[in-house]
């Protein structure tokens, strides 16, 4: 069995649609379980988290990078990262914003950068865009504005948080949520020479 950590912010709603596409995708896997943390309640289950094989990040872009939240999350790791305590876990991330690019990449970037200070091991989408190379509608392609780091969304920010994702973003979002809980089945840490 592998363990998911989904850590996750939205400050009015929209990314939790990711969030819940994201989670839909690791129950698909067999043998991988979820383990749903609102990032307020990070530091009160941090060893919930300690315990997972994969860590998936995912906020809202909130001035062109991780919202402050999330950056808060980040920043109550450090004592981890001193210790490398969280080396060989697998990362991933998404985030939503109100444009189609909306510096989205600066977000998933703080997330690389997060993930490779602990020594972790991080998962791209994996996912061609649907839009390059094709006529697809932008609505119900995956990866529809071609991100890579992770998986991106886009709710525009005079719409309701219950108007949802596109089909599109919505499936990319479980796609992610597929990809990682698979590759932490076959990447289970078994270090052979001591750190
Ligand atoms: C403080 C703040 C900063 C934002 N900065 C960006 C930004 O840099 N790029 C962008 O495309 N949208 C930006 N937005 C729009 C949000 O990304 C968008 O409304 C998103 O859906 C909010 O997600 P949430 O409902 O999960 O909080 C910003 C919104 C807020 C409130």
């Not at 993930?115 to 995956?142: E, F, K, N, P, Y």
Request: hydrophobic content about 40%; overall charge negative.
């Amino acid at each position: 069995m592998s363990r998911i950590a989904v850590v996750h912010h939205t400050g009015y709603g929209h990314t939790l649609w990711l969030t819940k596409a994201v989670i839909e995708g690791v129950q698909k896997v067999d043998h991988a379980s979820v383990i749903d943390v609102p990032v307020a309640e990070a530091e009160s289950r941090m060893e919930e988290i300690d315990r997972a094989d994969a860590i998936i990040m995912g906020c809202p872009t909130y001035m062109g990078t991780v919202s402050a939240d999330m950056k808060k999350f980040m920043e109550l790791t450090s004592g981890k990262y001193l210790e490398q305590a969280w080396s060989n876990k697998i990362a991933a991330g998404y985030t939503n914003s109100g444009g189609y690019a909306g510096d989205k990449l600066s977000t998933l970037m703080a997330m690389v950068v997060f993930a490779a200070q602990h020594g972790m091991t991080w998962v791209s989408l994996g996912l061609a865009t649907g839009c390059a190379a094709r006529h697809d509608d932008i609505d119900s392609a995956r990866n529809a504005t071609g991100a890579y780091l992770g998986a991106v969304s886009r709710s525009p920010v005079d719409v309701d948080a219950d108007h949802g994702l596109t089909q599109g973003d919505r499936e990319t979002g479980v796609h992610l949520g597929i990809r990682v809980a698979e590759m932490a089945a076959r990447f289970i840490p078994r270090r052979t020479v001591p750190a």
